[in-house]
């Protein structure tokens, strides 16, 4: 898998800059700006599309103590970048969006946290992957067209070319979503009770 310099690199040179970087630190406007859009950038890549890679699910920690208009107060995942959904204890497939449990992400003195009804809730979400060595292809290419992006104007001064990258990021975001269908398999529709009845 591709390193966080060789992503830099290969953004650069779709910026039609060919000379690449060998780290954050060298003295170069090239590896500066990288190293200032970088780490941001991945978050929000990691957080525009749920990434196969980067999905947990944990059972939340309840702390008590819920707000009004709630029935629970649970503590936010630590390295939780999005929260995707509430879930139930057992639940696998995602649910419908008429069967999606409600929450809202607050504050308490001690960080983040999550209001919800659900009794022992569980949570899918996205956590905050660092280590480039866990990164898909698809995900690398994606960073790299959003990173170009926001090189293009400060290295370029050409908005055609940041307009170009920015339709290559959302194509790749495309492709990313059609493979993550293909690589998941979700547990079979249950039998409608009308065919059940009938057997």
């Given at each position: 898998m591709a390193s966080d310099i060789e992503i830099c690199n290969i953004a650069l040179s779709r910026v039609a800059h060919t000379q690449p970087i060998v780290s954050f630190s060298e003295r170069s406007k090239e590896a500066e700006l990288?190293?200032?859009?970088?780490?941001?950038?991945?978050?929000?890549?990691?957080?525009?599309?749920?990434?196969?890679?980067?999905?947990?699910?944990?059972?939340?920690?309840?702390?008590?103590?819920?707000?009004?208009?709630?029935?629970?107060?649970?503590?936010?995942p630590a390295d939780c970048l999005k929260v995707r959904e509430i879930i139930m204890p057992g639940q696998r497939r995602p649910l419908t969006s008429d069967m999606q449990i409600p929450y809202k992400v607050g504050f308490d003195t001690s960080g983040r946290v999550i209001h919800t009804d659900q009794t022992q809730a569980g949570v899918r979400f996205t956590f905050n992957v660092e280590d480039p060595t866990f990164f898909d292809a698809l995900f690398a290419d994606a960073l790299a067209w959003r990173l170009a992006?926001?090189?293009?104007?400060?290295?370029?001064?050409?908005?055609?070319?940041?307009?170009?990258?920015?339709?290559?990021?959302?194509?790749?975001?495309?492709?990313?979503?059609g493979s993550a269908f293909e690589e998941s398999q979700d547990d079979p529709e249950p039998e409608s009770e009308f065919i059940t009845v009938r057997q």
């Open positions: 990288c190293s200032v859009f970088y780490a941001s950038l991945r978050k929000l890549v990691l957080t525009d599309f749920p990434w196969p890679f980067a999905e947990s699910n944990v059972v939340l920690a309840d702390i008590g103590s819920p707000a009004p208009g709630w029935a629970f107060r649970y503590r936010y992006m926001d090189l293009a104007l400060p290295l370029s001064s050409k908005a055609d070319i940041q307009q170009y990258c920015q339709q290559q990021y959302r194509q790749a975001l495309t492709e990313a979503q």
